[in-house]
């Protein structure tokens, strides 16, 4: 495996990552450190606000507000009649219902299979002759 020059930015497992815990070898006394090099790039920010949101903040309210309520009218109009739900949905569960009693019924009967000729071979034991 070809060896790598040690970057004197990236913390080793010898060595932690905060740099006020350890003194810096004579080499690397002048390499930056990566969030120096992060924030000193000299290229502008991708965004004027350059802050990372929190999980809490909402983001874009109004328009959030305005999705949702037209998801909610879309949702409304596109219900099918109750009549006809109720028979869609009917049939879903009548079919699940068939495959999982078809999936029972093989069960049962692989069960079967294989633990008859032990039942036998006990019943014969058990059975005295005469």
């Given at each position: ?36 090099r ?47 739900l ?11 219902m068939?495959?999982a ?30």
């Amino acid at each position: 495996m070809p060896t790598r020059p040690n970057d004197p930015g990236i913390p080793t497992l010898t060595q932690r990552a905060e740099p006020t815990l350890y003194p810096p070898a004579a080499d690397e006394a002048d390499a930056p450190l990566l969030t120096e090099r992060a924030d000193n790039d000299g290229v502008q920010p991708a965004f004027a606000d350059d802050a990372f949101p929190l999980l809490t903040e909402v983001a874009h309210a109004q328009e959030a507000e305005a999705d949702a309520q037209a998801q909610a009218e879309a949702a409304q109009a596109a219900l099918p009649d109750p009549t006809v739900l109720t028979a869609r949905l009917q049939a879903e569960v009548e079919q699940l219902m068939r495959q999982a009693l078809a999936e029972a019924i093989a069960h049962i009967q692989t069960r079967m299979d294989a633990e008859l000729p032990g039942i036998v071979t006990r019943v014969l034991k058990d059975v005295r002759p005469g």
